[in-house]
Nanobody, 122 residues
Framework: QVQLVESGGGLVQVGGSLRLSCAAS????????LAWFRQSPGKEREYVAA????????YYGDSVKGRFTISRNVHNNTVYLQMNDLKPQDTAIYYC???????????????WGQGTQVTVSS
């Protein structure tokens, strides 16, 4: 079983930057594709970005392309989400998720972390 623990959320002003981390632990943690999703009150969960287990293939949701970058440290099984030029509509709980295969936008993942709150103030 793989556990996912997110960190790095917080309060940031419009136009600012934030980096989220997701630490994956467990015997087979390095075998999984990892992704970021987000959900704000009253809205459906939204696919943000995903990366394969090798860290060399990525997908992004349309709303974050060009502003967010997902990366992976394969040595310590940590995935990062660098978020730049943040907007109020980026305010949400951000969840790390895992799957056996790298899945593009429109698909859900198999297991989830607890989430970390990101708030962008204007």
């Amino acid at each position: 079983q793989v556990q996912l623990v997110e960190s790095g959320g917080g309060l940031v002003q419009v136009g600012g930057s934030l980096r989220l981390s997701c630490a994956a632990s467990g015997r087979t943690a390095s075998d999984y594709a990892l992704a970021w999703f987000r959900q704000s009150p009253g809205k459906e969960r939204e696919y943000v970005a995903a990366i394969n287990w090798r860290g060399d293939t990525t997908y992004y949701g349309d709303s974050v392309k060009g502003r967010f970058t997902i990366s992976r440290n394969v040595h310590n099984n940590t995935v990062y989400l660098q978020m730049n030029d943040l907007k109020p509509q980026d305010t949400a709980i951000y969840y790390c998720a895992g799957s056996r295969s790298l899945l593009p936008p429109g698909y859900s993942y198999d297991f989830w972390g607890q989430g970390t709150q990101v708030t962008v103030s204007s």
